[in-house]
């Protein structure tokens, strides 16, 4: 019986599976297919969403109104007795029984009766820069003259003296209480221009020291405009 040889047993747990890969991809195999009958399963679960199903519509918020501003309507411009709105010029009443207006407030444009102005002195015929002649002081050999001046325009005005005497020589001129001017001296007397202008309704003198000559000019003139006095 020591003769005899065992048959070698068949090799059982880990060992039997390395040494059988056969076996190894049969799981695989089954596992697989039970992976993918599983995946099936779960896809036919999902229950689809309807053809034509729309999200639901969010609400949309009302539109707000604001609130209405009353506009302010100009006042009616007043309306004076016997006057329209549009006339321009004087309303019937205004008019005499002889046909001629009588004095009363011109309507401009906006229906309101505008001041009457009053023509000013120049346009009267009185000159803007009018001019008075006087002896101030006589003496042996000479005199002091002058020309007093009124600004009678509606604007501040500069001024310019001429004097002529038969012969006599000009000693000098000068402005009273303003700023002085140019004199220009020639053979038959002298020409002043002044330094300032005078306002609306003011007055300025013009002084001057004659010698050897009449106290009498030939011609006094203020911007060209003959003097008086003389």
């Known amino acids: 019986m020591s003769g005899m040889r065992r048959s070698p047993r068949p090799p059982h747990g880990p060992v039997a599976i390395a040494s059988s890969p056969w076996i190894v991809v049969g799981a695989g195999v089954v596992v697989m ?3 993918v009958f599983v995946a099936m399963g779960a896809y036919r679960g999902r229950s689809p ?3 034509g199903a729309r999200p639901p519509a969010l609400p949309v918020p009302s539109a707000v109104v604001a609130p209405s501003v009353p506009t302010s309507v100009p006042s009616p411009v007043p309306v004076l007795p016997g006057l329209s709105g549009r006339a321009s010029g004087l309303p019937p009443s205004a008019t005499a029984g002889s046909g001629s207006p009588s004095a009363g407030p011109t309507v401009g444009a906006t229906g309101r009766p505008t001041a009457a102005r009053s023509p000013s002195r120049a346009a009267q ?3 803007a820069m009018s001019g008075r002649y006087r002896v101030v002081q006589s003496f042996d050999g000479g005199f002091i003259g002058e020309v007093a001046m009124v600004n009678a325009s509606a604007r501040s005005r500069g001024w310019t003296v001429r ?3 038969s012969g ?3 000693v000098t ?3 009273e209480g303003v700023p002085q001017g140019t004199a220009h001296q020639s053979d038959d007397g002298f020409t002043y221009v002044s330094g300032v202008e005078v ?3 003011g007055s300025v003198s013009l002084r001057f020291h004659m010698e050897r ?3 009498t000019p030939r011609e006094c003139t203020v911007d060209g405009v003959r003097c008086g006095g003389f």
């Open 125 to 127: 015929g009185q000159p």
């Open 173 to 175: 001129a000068w402005a």
């Open 163 to 165: 004097l002529e005497f």
């Open 213 to 215: 000559a009449s106290s």
């Open 168 to 170: 006599g020589r000009l």
């Open 199 to 201: 306002s609306p309704g």
């Open 33 to 35: 297919v039970v992976l």
């Open 49 to 51: 969403a309807p053809d």
